[in-house]
């Protein structure tokens, strides 16, 4: 009877009143011909109903063995049979300690995992515990799997596994990556911040590819700000500070100020130039109505327009929305020049937004394009207090522009300290 003490019977496919099976193996792909029936639903391979030893195996269970679980199909191949019988007590086991086992006809390694199998899942003992493992067909990848073993706890491991098994794109990139320790890093740093982004390929390869170029920037990803910063200017890093410019809360002077004591500066360069351009050198000289930059800037507009700055209040980080959805653009500042109707009301007469850049060659933001070209602006800010006053009058919210804005673009030079040029746009 080979491995069988007896046999209880020879059945097709279609015929067997258990369907799912599990077998113990040293080879990291599903193989041989013997397998043990898994009796009730909720067995794993620390609870088996048919332990280890009742298998009757030569080997001894230690790390690096590999558990596959598995059913076969009803529907499986025509010529394939399967003997049910009681196991033979090899190797010293007591007759009545064996359990039962199934032998096919045709081994596992050559069914298909696919139409005569199916729910193949796989487990590693690494280290006295089992750890999920990723599969492809039958087979685990080794390559992968290594990896994950090493870099992750036991608990990120199988959630990992878990994801790739269920997101084949997302195994396919893991898989022929020969970045994989950046890729589980980049996971792992977004599945710590609970977000959905650690199942999107693009995303992790992005993040993955970012971490791989800038040694220390996992550090700065923990911080959950600026995680949800890197996730608006990933794609467009240079553009950074414009894009967290253009959202209400101040978002570029916090992340920015976050950022001072990085060990990733290089990668961060134009959120902290931004800020050390507009925060701290040029928003305080456009106060100064006596300085060289806001006359610059008061020339420049005189020649563009025909229209004097002085006679118009300042107001910064004003949230401007530009349609009926409600998009908005934050303008780093708005001139407005006020007029007196003859009933008394304040009524605005001109309107020019001055952009701070960091190039002659940064583009304006999406929300800043669409809003240059809409021929109506509603203030979205709670009332906002001019920053350098001539009427003193405040810009109260829900206040609607009706008047054609004219635009002006500033932009650094390469220190951060000084205007390099002033653009109508």
Request: glycine share 6%; with cysteine.
């Amino acid at each position: 009877a080979g491995g069988f003490s007896s046999i209880t019977g020879v059945k097709t496919a279609s015929k067997l009143e258990i369907n799912h099976f599990d077998r113990f193996q040293k080879q990291p792909s599903l193989g041989g011909s013997y397998a043990s029936p898994i009796r009730n639903r909720g067995e794993g391979v620390g609870d088996l109903h048919y332990t280890y030893d009742s298998r009757a195996l030569k080997d001894k269970m230690e790390d690096g063995m590999y558990y596959f679980s598995f059913k076969i199909r009803p529907t499986a191949r025509s010529g394939l049979s399967i003997e049910e019988g009681d196991v033979m007590p090899w190797f010293g086991v007591n007759e009545k300690m064996v359990g039962e086992q199934i032998k096919v006809n045709i081994p596992f390694h050559n069914l298909d995992a696919h139409s005569d199998l199916q729910d193949i899942v796989a487990k590693q003992r690494v280290d006295g515990h089992w750890r999920k493992c990723v599969l492809e067909g039958k087979n685990v990848l080794t390559e992968l799997q290594t990896k994950i073993n090493d870099l992750l706890p036991l608990s990120w491991g199988d959630e990992l596994v878990d994801v790739l098994n269920n997101t084949p794109d997302l195994k396919k990139l893991f898989k022929n990556s020969s970045n994989k320790d950046e890729l589980i890093n980049a996971w792992k740093i977004a599945f710590d911040h609970g977000d959905d982004l650690a199942k999107d390929v693009s995303f992790i390869e992005k993040l993955g590819d970012h971490l791989k170029a800038n040694e220390n920037l996992s550090d700065d990803l923990r911080d959950i700000d600026i995680f949800n910063a890197y996730k608006r200017v990933r794609d467009d890093i240079d553009q950074g500070y414009e894009i967290l410019d253009d959202i209400e809360g101040n978002l570029s002077k916090i992340i920015a100020d976050k950022l001072s004591t990085s060990n990733a500066m290089n990668f961060w360069k134009w959120i902290l130039r931004g800020k050390k351009f507009e925060q701290d050198y040029l928003f305080p000289k456009l106060l100064d109505r006596n300085s060289s930059e806001y006359n610059l800037l008061k020339n420049k507009v005189s020649n563009e327009f025909g229209v004097n700055l002085d006679e118009y209040d300042m107001y910064s980080q004003v949230q401007l929305k530009y349609n009926d959805s409600g998009d908005y653009f934050v303008a780093d500042q708005v001139y407005l020049k006020w007029e007196t109707t003859p009933l008394g009301l304040n009524k605005i007469r001109d309107i020019i937004i001055v952009e701070n850049k960091l190039k002659a060659t940064t583009r304006l933001t999406k929300n800043q394009i669409e809003g240059k070209s809409s021929k109506s602006l509603k203030v979205r800010s709670k009332n906002v207090e001019a920053a350098s006053a001539v009427t003193g009058n405040s810009l109260n919210k829900s206040t609607v522009i009706d008047i054609p804005a004219k635009w002006i673009k500033i932009y650094d030079s390469d220190s951060g300290d000084m205007i390099s040029g002033i653009d109508k746009l």
